[in-house]
């Protein structure tokens, strides 16, 4: 079985890498495609186009697609547990494969900024999306470098050691396309995969037999 984990596209915003994006899921061979989180973009200002609507129509819905609600696309958050033209929302995916118990959670609840605010988050958003149409300035991967220089690996650590429990832990979030392989006190190895974004990376995980790779398109 194939997997592909995808995250952080932003579709509906002014820098979203639409033309790759679209060719990514059209070419794209899964049986089962994960969508980790800030996959459209609610929180900003977003425009549909008709490139958002091809788009959302070339994901074959006849396989098995997962939606994790991440922190910009939280409008979905009323219907977590609920599955919709083949698409089931969910805070948290878990699945086994080749032995490998694995984990997908977008990764927000990690941030112990002003994130979990989200009156203030959705009222900056709203600004940051005036300012990147008036000055053609991509705000999000400038802010987003900041935070790659404050990143620290305790950080890492700390979230494999909150995921205990299993093997692999995927997220996004950061914006951040990392892997981190990690041997705990009782010599179990544990996996860290940031699956990066389609801002600034155009990058995905495919879990293939219980391999995960983090690659870029």
């Not at 788009?55 to 396989?63: A, R, V």
Request: aromatic letters at 12%.
């Amino acid at each position: 079985m194939k997997r592909i984990i995808i995250s952080d596209t932003h579709i509906g915003t002014k820098f979203y890498r639409a033309s790759e994006l679209l060719e990514f899921i059209k070419t794209c061979e899964y049986d089962e495609l994960i969508l980790a989180g800030d996959i459209i973009d609610f929180i900003k200002i977003p425009v549909f186009t008709e490139r958002c609507m091809q788009i959302i129509n070339s994901i074959d819905n006849k396989k098995n697609i997962i939606y994790v609600v991440g922190n910009h696309d939280e409008s979905f958050i009323s219907i977590i547990g609920k599955k919709f033209f083949n698409i089931a929302f969910l805070k948290t995916y878990e699945f086994s494969d080749g032995n490998r118990k694995f984990r997908v959670e977008h990764g927000d609840k990690y941030d112990k900024g002003v994130i979990h605010n989200r009156i203030f988050v959705k009222i900056l958003s709203v600004i940051q999306s005036i300012l990147e149409v008036a000055f053609n300035f991509d705000f999000t991967t400038w802010w987003t470098k900041i935070q790659i220089k404050k990143h620290k690996l305790r950080s890492v650590i700390h979230i494999l050691r909150e995921n205990s429990d299993v093997d692999v832990f995927i997220m996004g979030h950061t914006h951040n396309p990392e892997v981190l392989i990690w041997v705990d006190e009782d010599q179990r190895i544990k996996t860290y995969i940031n699956a990066g974004d389609w801002v600034s990376h155009q990058t995905y995980v495919s879990v293939i037999d219980g391999v995960a790779r983090l690659q870029k398109f």
